[in-house]
């Protein structure tokens, strides 16, 4: 019984009344409830020491890197509900634990993610892209909240430090630009050579703008800064 009121208010009740308010006033906590249900953004799970666990920031990669660990059956921790978006665990110190995760630049990953909610018809990104940046923290340094374990945190220095530095620790980061070539790499280390290509959830839309990729960085400077620092590039 206490199983199923969870359901029903999470995943039903909790998403119709979020749509309202985030109407109403210009909100985005209508999926909150339903990512509480689907265990979504979790930063309490424990691992064990022999597996890896995926740190899949939304709109990297990571339903077709997991498609890859499930195929070869990699020894990868699954989140319960086999979840797939949460950041590192506060239980499990990525200097201690065996952390892998996908790094797209910010502005494209920004930009794909306002796609995704156009077509999904997420209340806001009706109102426009800056008005999407102002109100879904999902598309604000979401790679700091991801690699610090922050969720839901407004990013600053210090959760910046803690995210880079947990970043550096990490067993594997695989660069979207290079994702066929990094996958194989990482694969080589299970003894799986010429592996199958997979790739999911590829969309199409229209090419960015100078002014809405300027408006992303504006609103992503401490995720520009990581990922700069990470690949030694230079988005300014």
């Given at each position: 019984?206490?199983?199923?009121?969870?359901?029903?208010?999470?995943?039903?009740?909790?998403?119709?009344?979020?749509?309202?308010?985030?109407?109403?006033?210009?909100?985005?906590?209508?999926?909150?409830?339903?990512?509480?249900?689907?265990?979504?953004?979790?930063?309490?799970?424990?691992?064990?020491?022999?597996?890896?666990?995926?740190?899949?920031?939304?709109?990297?990669?990571?339903?077709?890197?997991?498609?890859?660990?499930e195929k070869?059956?990699?020894?990868?921790?699954?989140?319960?509900?086999?979840a797939?978006?949460?950041?590192?665990?506060?239980?499990?110190?990525?200097?201690?634990?065996?952390?892998v995760?996908?790094?797209?630049?910010?502005?494209?990953?920004?930009?794909?993610?306002?796609?995704l909610?156009?077509?999904?018809?997420?209340i806001?990104?009706?109102?426009?892209l800056?008005?999407?940046?102002?109100?879904?923290?999902?598309?604000?340094?979401?790679?700091?909240?991801?690699?610090?374990g922050?969720?839901?945190?407004?990013?600053?220095?210090?959760?910046?430090?803690?995210?880079?530095?947990?970043?550096?620790?990490?067993?594997?980061?695989?660069?979207?630009?290079?994702?066929?070539?990094?996958?194989?790499?990482?694969?080589?280390?299970?003894?799986?050579?010429?592996?199958?290509?997979?790739?999911?959830n590829k969309?199409e839309?229209?090419?960015?703008?100078?002014?809405?990729?300027?408006?992303?960085?504006?609103?992503?400077?401490?995720?520009i800064?990581?990922?700069?620092?990470?690949?030694?590039?230079?988005?300014?």
């Amino acid at each position: 019984m206490k199983r199923y009121f969870k359901k029903f208010l999470y995943k039903k009740i909790s998403p119709k009344i979020g749509r309202i308010l985030d109407r109403l006033f210009l909100t985005n906590i209508g999926k909150r409830g339903l990512n509480f249900y689907h265990n979504y953004q979790q930063n309490d799970y424990i691992f064990k020491k022999d597996e890896y666990c995926l740190i899949a920031v939304p709109k990297t990669g990571g339903w077709s890197f997991r498609i890859y660990t499930e195929k070869y059956k990699l020894p990868f921790y699954k989140f319960k509900k086999n979840a797939l978006h949460n950041p590192v665990s506060l239980n499990c110190s990525p200097e201690k634990f065996n952390y892998v995760t996908i790094l797209r630049n910010p502005i494209d990953r920004v930009y794909s993610h306002y796609h995704l909610s156009r077509r999904t018809n997420d209340i806001t990104s009706s109102w426009g892209l800056i008005n999407f940046l102002k109100i879904n923290s999902e598309v604000k340094n979401l790679y700091c909240q991801y690699y610090s374990g922050l969720i839901d945190e407004i990013v600053d220095e210090r959760i910046y430090n803690i995210a880079i530095k947990n970043l550096k620790n990490f067993k594997t980061i695989i660069d979207f630009e290079n994702y066929s070539r990094d996958i194989k790499f990482f694969l080589k280390e299970f003894k799986i050579e010429k592996p199958d290509e997979i790739h999911e959830n590829k969309n199409e839309y229209s090419p960015i703008s100078e002014e809405e990729a300027n408006a992303i960085k504006i609103y992503n400077y401490w995720d520009i800064k990581l990922y700069n620092e990470i690949f030694d590039k230079n988005i300014s």
